[in-house]
T-cell receptor, first 116, second 117 residues
């Protein structure tokens, strides 16, 4: 089974631009979550998509948005980039299944975004 | 209050020895899951072990075991027979609510582990 893939792996943008990151989950997984990792704030949850619907959202400004397609692939978009948006963006895929059962989350390699 | 607390500074361990990485958590939800991830310098988050709040036994996965003390709200990771490749950042994380409610993980600040030859 192929793992979680994220593209691009590295990205350099300038302030004010916008960026779109992509995440392809493990085949059969319907949940995709996005996280931002910075040295100062650590790992912070951005949002989760399950079956094309946003199921949960973290405390980030509206410049951060996402969507999920029918094949479970997900994109996140950041508009009007700021220097503080420089971070490693990780996505995680899981089955999102119900019940009190084991719910492993597999992470992709991340996209390292640098805003100049 | 922080939901996941990892207070140890950088940890050092001699190769082939065991090491314990501490994690305490805070939740009022009776249903939750606890995860440990390893993040090498490459940046990828590697899943190590999972413990559900209703699990009766401590989780084990190869050289990794989780010392789950529910009353103390602690979920310490034990790595036995440390290897040089274990040098990395280790994160404890929690998902609240039953699986399926959501997949949001709350992470601790992480602990840097260095294995000495």
């Amino acid at each position: 089974k192929a793992g979680v893939t994220q593209t691009p792996r590295y990205l350099i943008k300038t302030r004010g631009q916008q960026v779109t990151l992509s995440c392809s989950p493990i085949s059969g997984h319907r949940s995709v979550s996005w996280y931002q990792q910075t040295p100062g704030q650590g790992l912070q949850f951005l949002f989760e998509y399950f079956s094309e619907t946003q199921r949960n959202k973290g405390n980030f400004p509206g410049r951060f948005s996402g969507r999920q397609f029918s094949n479970s692939r997900s994109e996140m978009n950041v508009s009007t980039l700021e220097l503080g948006d420089s971070a490693l963006y990780l996505c995680a895929s899981s089955s999102g299944a119900g019940g009190l059962s084991y719910n492993e989350q597999f992470f992709g390699p991340g996209t390292r975004l640098t805003v100049l | 209050a922080q939901k996941i607390t990892q207070t140890q500074p950088g940890m050092f361990v001699q190769e082939k020895e065991a090491v314990t990485l501490d994690c305490t958590y805070d939740t009022s939800d009776p249903s939750y899951g606890l995860f440990w991830y390893k993040q090498p310098s490459s940046g990828e988050m590697i899943f190590l072990i999972y413990q559900g709040s209703y699990d009766q036994q401590n989780a084990t996965e190869g050289r990794y075991s989780l010392n789950f003390q529910k009353a103390r709200k602690s979920a310490n990771l034990v790595i036995s027979a440390s290897q040089l490749g274990d040098s990395a950042m280790y994160f404890c994380a929690m998902r609240e609510g039953g699986a399926g409610a959501n997949s949001k993980l709350t992470f601790g600040k992480g602990i840097t582990l260095s294995v000495r030859p």
